[in-house]
């Protein structure tokens, strides 16, 4: 079914909110990703949920995510997040083709955050 922006941002930063936040991958997933999802994440070995949500699932139970911004423009969900690991904090875009309220393809772009002149890098 065809959905408006205000129902795909409620279901993007749901799925951001219920995946990384609360750190429930079955739920975000089964609720939120279709099943033949197509991945262009550079450390995901194929495409599919199911395949996605195995990667997933180490990645968010060693970190914490700070949702900094969700962004749904032309079938398009942005999620930007600061990300803190036991190797140090980075900075997560997420981005999300959706067909509806579904979403069916993933891109991820990752950058450490390391020291900078910059009184506020990223965040």
Not at 17 to 34: G, H, M, N, P, R
Not at 83 to 93: I, Q, R, S, Y
Not at 102 to 121: D, G, R, Y
């Amino acid at each position: 079914r065809v959905a408006t922006e205000a129902e795909q941002f409620t279901a993007a930063n749901a799925f951001a909110q219920t995946l990384f936040i609360s750190k429930q991958i079955s739920q975000a997933f089964s609720t939120y990703v279709a099943s033949d999802l197509i991945n262009h994440a550079y450390d995901v070995p194929g495409d599919g949920a199911a395949i996605a949500q195995a990667q997933v699932a180490g990645l968010v139970g060693a970190g914490q995510f700070e949702l900094q911004w969700v962004n749904v423009g032309q079938n398009i969900a942005t999620t930007f997040f600061k990300v803190t690991t036991p190797k140090g904090v980075g900075a997560a875009v997420e981005m999300f083709r959706m067909s509806g309220t579904c979403l069916v393809e993933h891109w991820v772009i990752q950058q450490a955050v390391t020291n900078s002149s910059n009184p506020h890098p990223f965040f």
